[in-house]
């Protein structure tokens, strides 16, 4: 095991991985507004309604799935690199109910 590893071997908890499966979309929904409207001049409330809008339901989806995004890169690492299994617990929780949520959304 890595040094890394050692040192964040105290967070290998179910609920460490639910506060991060939980903010981490959070900061990939802010990182696709600037992505998907670089060249656009749209504000972020719009931004907001054009995601939680289902006239716009292609682009509402690729808008959450960025947002999701996050939470399977944590998954490679805490899963395969660190072997934080309770950590990984949480985090695939949370995103299995926000792909359920996605879903719902879509229909």
Request: glycine letters at 10%.
């Amino acid at each position: 095991m890595g040094y890394i590893s050692e040192k964040l071997k105290k967070f290998d908890k179910i609920v460490a991985g639910i506060l991060l499966g939980g903010i981490l979309p959070i900061i990939g929904f802010i990182v696709s507004y600037f992505v998907k409207t670089a060249s656009l001049d749209t504000t972020f409330e719009n931004y907001l309604n054009i995601t939680f809008n289902n006239s716009m339901a292609g682009e509402q989806q690729d808008i959450l799935i960025f947002s999701i995004i996050p939470n399977m890169l944590l998954f490679y690492f805490t899963n395969f690199r660190w072997g934080f299994y309770e950590m990984t617990k949480g985090l695939v929780g949370v995103t299995l109910v926000l792909g359920l949520g996605l879903v719902l959304i879509s229909i």
